[in-house]
C-alpha cells in the first residue's frame, strides 16, 4: 500500500510563505497527476493545484499567482510553494496522486494556517 506523507504546514502571518511538500512511501508507476487538496472547516474539499506528467497545471481561480505546484518524477514527490497568503488560505492540504488506472492516493493532510 502506497503511503504519502506530507510535511511543511504550520502557522503563518498573512502575506508570508510556506512551502509543503509530498513524499510516496514507495515508487508510484503511471501517474496521470499529483496534486494539492485543501479543506477548511465547514466547507468541502477542492482542488488547490495539480501537475500533470507532461508538466502541465492547474489552478484554483483564487491561489493563481501566489501558489507553485512542482513535481520531482524520479523522487514521486510533489510541492506547493504558497506567497502571499490570505486568512482563507486556511484549511488542511492534502496531497494527492492519481495514475492512469485510476489508482487515487491520498496524504493524512498538513493543517496550513494563516493568520490576520
Known amino acids: 500500500q502506497v503511503q504519502l506523507v506530507e510535511s511543511g504546514g504550520g502557522l503563518v502571518q498573512a502575506g508570508g510563505s510556506l512551502r509543503l511538500s509530498c513524499a510516496a512511501s514507495?515508487?508510484?508507476?503511471?501517474?496521470?497527476?499529483m496534486g494539492w487538496y485543501r479543506q477548511a472547516p465547514g466547507k468541502q474539499r477542492e482542488l488547490v493545484a495539480r501537475i500533470f506528467s507532461g508538466g502541465r497545471t492547474n489552478y484554483a481561480d483564487s491561489v493563481k499567482g501566489r501558489f507553485t505546484v512542482s513535481r520531482d518524477n524520479a523522487k514521486n514527490t510533489v510541492s506547493l510553494e504558497m506567497n502571499s497568503l490570505k486568512p482563507e488560505d486556511t484549511a488542511v492540504y492534502y496531497c494527492n496522486v492519481v495514475t492512469t488506472r485510476y489508482d487515487n492516493y491520498w496524504g493524512q493532510g498538513a493543517q496550513v494556517t494563516v493568520s490576520s
Open positions: 514507495r515508487s508510484i508507476f503511471s501517474i496521470n497527476y
